[in-house]
């Protein structure tokens, strides 16, 4: 909306772009910045203007959720479905009207470029996800990625010009839904050698290939091109990331902007054990072994031995048991459990796992059940957010006025790849009782504008580093 901008208000985040670059470099305004608390006091009042057209942005939410497989309020939106590729054309038109340059990768991920000033500098990248699990809402990912495309026109239209490149990226299948991988884009562009052999032979719950399933939506449909999507280290300059919290503690505490300091490292276990069964009256106490017991005695020993931790931040779940053949009148002849633990600190979430692969060795031996399978299926480690990235998120919440809170994302993201090739950050922005995952998933248009000025500025911010 051209209209809205004044002549004045444009000349004047012109000039705040230059005070931005000018203060890079000149050592006698780096003075002034630390005295003053924070950097580019002076533009403090004319960055109000950086104006988000929230009503626009707040339609395409609206309408990106239309493509869903079932009805609404719920958003079900699985990778390479026909709706998928509709949200995909979606934001590549959406991509397209702010001026960014659009490709795509092997599998999907999608990139929209605003070349800057610099074409030898590494670029700024910013955005997440659009896929949505079963029954899902309409915000999680999708401000991420509507909302990095809404910051993009802010900047264009305040008459920023980027020295670094920025880029917007949607990523492919962040959740697990189809092929039960999570983060499928990113871990594929942070280099995962192993991910893109294991895909060369994975199926679906219908026994899809996953190649087949890509080749559906205009993807690759041979696997030696599946490496053709790793990054290398220095790509990015920085990569920024906004997401709304999936927590309640911003909402709780009335804050507009979370920044993210870390990552929680996520693992997850499966585990297996058998047994004789046996009818569950004829075989007395004594002659049992009976492999519902150890997963019990398992699931019991995991929350313990996160409890040893004695951190608030090691937390372990036991969110799958099965037993077989689950029936009332037969002893339990084999379990499965899969576990899911996180912690900040990879340490410590190590030791937890290696405590519960003893005890998971020790139940087997005692209740003479075999251990038939103790796999760590995943164990990422955390990721820090830079110090220059949380510098400049810092900055643009306070000359926005937007009070801020550090955090910690539980939750794990495309960050946490990116991560890997990339210095990285995220911004957080409240959310209805912290609600995600579910139809009564909300962020007010308000808080999503918040979110997105801050991404604009700490994009500016870092273009100009
Ligand atoms: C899955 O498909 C493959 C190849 O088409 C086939 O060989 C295999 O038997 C199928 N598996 C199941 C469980 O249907
Ligand atoms: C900044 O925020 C405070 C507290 O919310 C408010 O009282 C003040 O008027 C705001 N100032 C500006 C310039 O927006
Ligand atoms: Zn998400």
């Given at each position: 909306m051209?209209l ?7 000349i004047?985040?012109c ?6 670059a000018?203060?890079?470099e000149?050592?006698t305004?780096?003075?002034m910045?630390?005295f003053?608390?924070?950097?580019i006091?002076?533009?403090h009042?004319?960055?109000?203007s950086?104006s988000?057209?929230a009503?626009?942005l707040?339609?395409?939410?609206d309408?990106?959720s ?7 309020p719920s958003?079900?939106?699985?990778l390479y ?16 009207l702010?001026g ?5 990768d092997a599998?999907?991920n999608?990139?929209?470029?605003w070349?800057?000033?610099n074409p ?6 910013t955005g ?11 915000y999680?990912g999708v401000?991420?990625?509507?909302g990095a495309?809404?910051?993009?026109n ?7 010009k980027?020295k ?14 189809r092929?039960g ?9 942070a280099?995962s050698?192993?991910l893109?052999?294991a895909?060369?032979?994975t199926?679906?719950g219908?026994n899809?290939s ?5 080749q559906?939506a205009?993807y690759?449909?041979?696997?030696n091109?599946?490496s ?5 280290k220095?790509s990015?300059s920085?990569?920024v ?7 309640p503690?911003?909402?709780e505490?009335?804050i507009?902007i979370g920044i993210?300091?870390a990552?929680?490292a996520p693992a997850?276990?499966?585990v ?7 009818h569950?009256?004829a075989?007395l106490m004594p002659?049992?072994?009976d492999?519902g017991l150890?997963a ?8 313990r ?6 951190s608030?931040d ?9 037993l077989?053949p689950g029936a ?11 576990i899911?633990?996180r912690?900040?600190d990879?340490e410590r979430r190590n030791?937890v796992?290696e405590?519960?692969?003893q ?5 087997a031996r005692k209740?003479?059940v ?6 760590i ?5 955390p990721?820090l957010s ?5 510098d ?7 000359e926005?006025?937007?009070?801020h809170?550090?955090m910690i994302?539980?939750a794990?993201?495309?960050s946490l ?7 990285m950050?995220m911004?957080?922005?409240p959310?209805?009782?912290g609600?995600s995952?579910?139809?009564e998933e909300y962020s007010?248009t ?8 801050v991404l604009?500025?700490?994009?500016a ?5």
């Amino acid at each position: 909306m051209p209209l809205r901008f004044s002549l004045s208000s444009l000349i004047v985040l012109c000039s705040f772009t230059a005070i931005l670059a000018h203060n890079n470099e000149d050592p006698t305004i780096k003075t002034m910045e630390d005295f003053s608390g924070y950097p580019i006091h002076e533009s403090h009042s004319h960055l109000s203007s950086l104006s988000v057209d929230a009503q626009s942005l707040q339609k395409q939410i609206d309408e990106l959720s239309s493509f869903s497989d079932t009805p609404a309020p719920s958003v079900t939106r699985v990778l390479y479905t026909e709706k998928d590729v509709l949200a995909r054309r979606f934001i590549k038109n959406l991509m397209g009207l702010s001026g960014l340059s659009v490709r795509e990768d092997a599998v999907g991920n999608i990139f929209g470029r605003w070349e800057g000033s610099n074409p030898e500098l590494s670029a700024v990248a910013t955005g997440s996800h659009i896929d949505a699990i079963p029954y899902s809402g309409k915000y999680d990912g999708v401000v991420g990625v509507l909302g990095a495309i809404e910051a993009i026109n802010v900047l264009t239209r305040s008459g920023f010009k980027p020295k670094r490149s920025l880029e917007v990226i949607m990523f492919t299948s962040e959740e697990p839904t189809r092929f039960g991988i999570s983060c499928l884009g990113s871990r594929l562009m942070a280099g995962s050698e192993t991910l893109a052999e294991a895909l060369k032979t994975t199926v679906d719950g219908q026994n899809i290939s996953f190649l087949d399933a890509s080749q559906s939506a205009g993807y690759t449909k041979d696997h030696n091109d599946i490496s053709s999507v790793f990054l290398k280290k220095g790509s990015y300059s920085a990569f920024v990331e906004l997401h709304i919290e999936q927590g309640p503690l911003l909402e709780e505490e009335g804050i507009p902007i979370g920044i993210v300091t870390a990552i929680a490292a996520p693992a997850s276990i499966k585990v297996e054990f058998q047994g004789n069964g046996g009818h569950a009256g004829a075989v007395l106490m004594p002659n049992r072994n009976d492999a519902g017991l150890a997963a019990a005695e398992l699931a019991l020993a995991v929350e313990r031995h996160v409890l040893e931790s004695g951190s608030i931040d090691t937390v372990g779940t036991v969110g799958i048991l099965e037993l077989h053949p689950g029936a009332i009148n037969s002893i339990p002849s084999k379990s499965h459990l899969e576990i899911d633990t996180r912690d900040i600190d990879e340490e410590r979430r190590n030791t937890v796992i290696e405590k519960i692969h003893q005890s998971a060795i020790s139940i087997a031996r005692k209740r003479r059940v075999t251990l038939s399978e103790f796999k760590i299926v995943n164990q990422d480690p955390p990721a820090l957010s830079e110090k220059s990235i949380l510098d400049a998120m810092v900055a643009s919440s306070k000359e926005l006025n937007l009070t801020h809170k550090l955090m910690i994302s539980r939750a794990y993201h495309d960050s946490l790849f990116m991560a890997r090739i990339s210095p990285m950050g995220m911004i957080f922005i409240p959310c209805y009782k912290g609600y995600s995952h579910k139809p009564e998933e909300y962020s007010s248009t308000e808080d999503i504008s918040n979110g997105v000025k801050v991404l604009a500025l700490t994009l500016a911010k870092l273009s100009l580093q």
